[in-house]
């Protein structure tokens, strides 16, 4: 079963709009969650999260987490036709020095003008 | 510092043969990761190799498989190509510590026909 689910799986919205992306994980060796944004080809960086309740600001993203239930949001203010991505979320599973990312499936967002 | 690169961006193969995707991670970094996107599935890690020695696998079959070479540079071969190998493949490279994350490439686009 999938370990980091992402909701909802699209979403369309206006300019202007606020927005809010879900991500829920389940993993053993948990050491932090990023947000990547996706637009073309490769995903591109936004958020890495590993203390709870400490909110990641840049520009109108932020972003939270929430160790005790597992989840992360990545909300989006004020939302832009540029915005228009799939957003994903990656749960890092550290085993031994070993680094690991599990993605959830993303989350695609519209903004139309 | 220049981005992770690879080659080639597209490609085209039948059935049955095999190819040799390759990855130069950012000038520094030691660890390579791969990950095979497709729609059905997302983004999925295959491997990663850290060091000339892979660190990690994930579970794909055994016609998948990679390498690393004494400059960070990284390649994964596919054997056997099968239609379903029609993906995205992405890189990422790591500078390691607990503040550093992974920075994708490009990918390759590869469509078996």
């Known amino acids: 079963e999938d370990k980091v689910v992402q909701s909802p799986l699209s979403l369309v919205v206006h300019e202007g709009d606020t927005v809010t992306l879900n991500c829920s994980y389940e993993?053993?060796?948990?050491?932090?969650l990023l947000w990547y944004k996706q637009e073309k080809k490769a995903p591109t960086f936004l958020f890495m999260l590993?203390?709870?309740?400490i909110e990641k600001k840049s520009g109108r993203l932020s972003s939270i987490l929430d160790k005790k239930e597992l989840s992360s949001i990545l909300n989006i203010t004020a939302t832009q036709t540029g915005d228009s991505a799939i957003y994903l979320c990656?749960?890092?599973?550290?085993?031994?020095?070993?680094?690991?990312?599990?993605f959830g499936k993303g989350t695609k967002l519209t903004v139309n003008p | 510092k220049a981005g992770v690169t690879q080659t080639p961006r597209y490609l085209i193969k039948t059935r049955g043969q095999q190819v040799t995707l390759s990855c130069s991670p950012i000038?520094?970094?030691?660890?390579v990761s791969w990950y095979q996107q497709t729609p059905g599935q997302g983004l999925q890690f295959l491997f990663e190799?850290?060091?000339?020695?892979?660190?990690n696998k994930g579970n794909f079959p055994g016609r998948f498989s990679g390498r690393q070479f004494s400059n960070s540079r990284s390649e994964m071969n596919v054997s056997t190509l099968e239609l379903g190998d029609s993906a995205l493949y992405l890189c990422?490279?790591?500078?390691?510590?607990?503040?550093?994350?992974?920075?994708f490439g490009p990918g390759t686009r590869l469509t078996v026909l």
């Open positions: 990656a749960v890092d599973e550290r085993e031994g020095g070993s680094e690991k990312l599990v």
């Open positions: 993993v053993t060796n948990f050491r932090s």
């Open positions: 590993t203390s709870s309740g």
């Open positions: 000038s520094g970094h030691r660890s």
């Open positions: 190799y850290f060091s000339e020695t892979q660190r």
């Open positions: 990422a490279s790591n500078g390691q510590g607990r503040k550093n994350t992974q920075y």
